[in-house]
């Protein structure tokens, strides 16, 4: 009876446990199947372009201000009193060529110009006299009735008379110019930086009375890096070619808030490389700055401008983003079974974030531009439904 007692507490446990091994068995009986096939890859989404290629005009992007092609300050070239001044004769003020600016008293250089032209008749008086009287003593001579000595003193006194007219006509010329100086004319077309000048002021000679410079055309000089160099029509060994080829030049720049452009060309190269920028000047022509067209601001002398000068066109390029690259100069193509083909490409210049490709490609390929680090030969990709074909500027 002990042992019964005993067995039947041990009972319930082990019928628990059965039960529920019973249940389990049961449930994975009437459960689901699980699908032993093994896992397919999903290949990754890229980003693409097709390749279309086309003439492409290299360009160069420089900045500068523009600046007079010449300055001048205005002197007196004569002393004396300010009698007249020109109304355009002011700060900002705009004069022709040839212009009178402002004038001096002549009254004194007159009677220089007088006296001169009385010293150039007495001089001519003498030199008449001194020469018909050296042909007389001549004539003497070949007669025999007179000596060597009366003819040598005849010839001394011709030379000096001859020497003595000579001077009188300098003094003559430079009392002439002294006169003409009295009025100060423009040497150019321009625009007057800064005077001070007046009617009834003394000037004296050599003394700046006002900074001028030219308007006729101004100039920009750009720094552009000396890679560019390869790609714009211009060579530092011959300064004669950039006169023949004329790059364009259009320039940009905010003028009274207002975006604003212009046109140049570049009309001459500086010729010497920067040894601390390594930059090479070009220098950029504008004509007639202020006769602008009425919708477009002039380009006035100061104004700091964007350029972009136009340099060679490239046939049969394409121009992709710089991510396109794997290495230095290797693409993936996809090809039509949409896998990645690893592709050596020529690259004709880097700019910035794009690339410009010169051979390698063909018109319709398709490139992946979606950086890949795991990316092999022959991957199978997906193409982003967003692929674009490849713009030319």
């Known amino acids: 009876m002990k042992l019964t007692h005993r067995i039947k507490p041990m009972l319930l446990p082990l019928g628990v446990a059965l039960l529920g091994f019973g249940i389990f068995a049961g449930l994975l009986a009437t459960g689901p199947k699980i699908d032993p096939r093994p896992q397919v890859p999903v290949p990754p989404t890229v980003a693409s372009q097709i390749i279309r290629l086309a003439p492409l005009q290299m360009t160069a992007s420089a900045f500068g201000t523009v600046e007079p092609r010449s300055q001048t300050d205005l002197v007196a070239e ?12 002011v700060s900002g003020g705009f004069f022709s060529a040839g212009e009178l600016l402002f004038e001096i008293d002549s009254e004194d250089y007159e009677t220089q110009l007088e006296q001169a032209n009385a010293g150039v008749a007495r001089a001519a008086s003498e030199l008449a006299f001194a020469t018909k009287d050296y042909d007389r003593q001549l004539d003497l001579k070949n007669r025999q009735s007179v000596s060597q000595s009366l003819e040598d003193e005849a010839l001394r006194r011709l030379a000096a008379a001859r020497a003595n007219h000579r001077e009188a006509l300098a003094k003559k010329s430079s009392a002439e110019r002294n006169l003409n100086r009295t009025q100060v004319r423009a040497p150019y077309q321009g625009r007057v930086r800064a005077e001070t000048i007046d009617v009834g002021q003394y000037v004296t000679r050599g003394v700046a009375v006002a900074k001028l410079y030219a308007t006729d055309f101004v100039e920009v000089r750009l720094p552009v890096q000396d890679q560019a160099l390869a790609f714009l029509a211009v060579d530092l060994a011959n300064s004669k070619s950039i006169q023949r080829t004329r790059p364009e030049v259009r320039l940009r720049a905010n003028f009274a808030g207002t975006p604003q452009a212009w046109r140049g060309e570049i ?3 500086e010729g010497e490389i920067d040894g601390t920028t390594r930059m090479v000047n070009l ?3 504008v004509p007639a700055p202020y006769e602008q067209p009425a919708d477009r601001a ?3 002398v100061g104004l700091f401008v964007e350029a972009e000068i136009l340099g060679l066109v490239l046939p049969d390029v394409v121009e992709l983003p710089r991510v396109a690259l794997t290495g230095s100069n290797e693409v993936f193509v ?4 949409q ?3 690893r592709r050596t490409v020529e690259v004709v210049r880097q700019m910035g974030d794009s690339v410009i490709i010169g051979g390698g490609l063909a018109n319709g390929e398709r490139v992946c531009l979606t950086p890949m680090d795991d990316a092999i030969e022959g991957m199978r990709v997906s193409i982003d439904a967003g692929a674009r074909e490849v713009s030319q500027r």
Do not use: F, Q, T, Y
Request: glycine share 4%; aromatic share 0%.
């Open 334 to 337: 996809i090809d039509e079974d």
């Open 283 to 285: 220098v950029a022509r």
């Open 298 to 300: 002039p380009l006035a």
């Open 78 to 89: 004569v002393s004396g009193r300010v009698v007249r001044v020109s109304p355009n004769l």
């Open 267 to 269: 009309d001459r190269v």
């Open 339 to 341: 896998k990645m083909r």
